[in-house]
């Protein structure tokens, strides 16, 4: 499985972005798909997953109401609304997928993407 992210960028506090992940590859295989978060000198963070099966959605607790995940089948892309954005989401932005139940590790997930930047300036 491949994983491609894009969408991220600089906005200002209150802007909103869109991020991508599109699939490929043995996309079958996916249970779940996660998006996780990196700032420097901080851990991975988990941000939001979605189950590719059945819709389910988790979201951590200092995003939830402003970030929306939701998938498209038939792309096999999955979209990570961030809305009211705040200068702490500045982070890189991982797109990930796993083979089994939902999940909010980051060392349970399979595959990764590549990370996109999101710079939130105050």
């Known amino acids: 499985v491949q994983l491609q992210a894009s969408g991220g960028g600089l906005v200002q506090a209150g802007d909103s972005l869109r991020l991508s992940c599109a699939a490929s590859?043995?996309?079958?295989?996916?249970?779940?798909m996660g998006w996780f978060r990196q700032a420097p000198g901080k851990d991975r963070e988990f941000v939001s997953a979605?189950?590719?099966?059945?819709?389910?959605?988790h979201y951590t607790d200092s995003v939830e109401g402003r970030f929306t995940v939701s998938r498209d089948n038939a792309k096999n892309t999955v979209y990570l609304q961030m809305n009211s954005l705040k200068p702490e989401d500045t982070a890189v932005y991982f797109c990930?997928?796993?083979?089994?139940?939902?999940?909010?590790?980051?060392?349970?997930?399979?595959?990764w993407g590549q990370g996109t930047q999101v710079t939130v300036s105050s």
């Open positions: 990930a997928a796993k083979r089994t139940v939902l999940g909010r590790r980051w060392d349970e997930y399979d595959y």
């Open positions: 590859g043995r996309t079958f295989s996916i249970y779940a």
């Open positions: 979605l189950s590719w099966t059945n819709g389910n959605t």
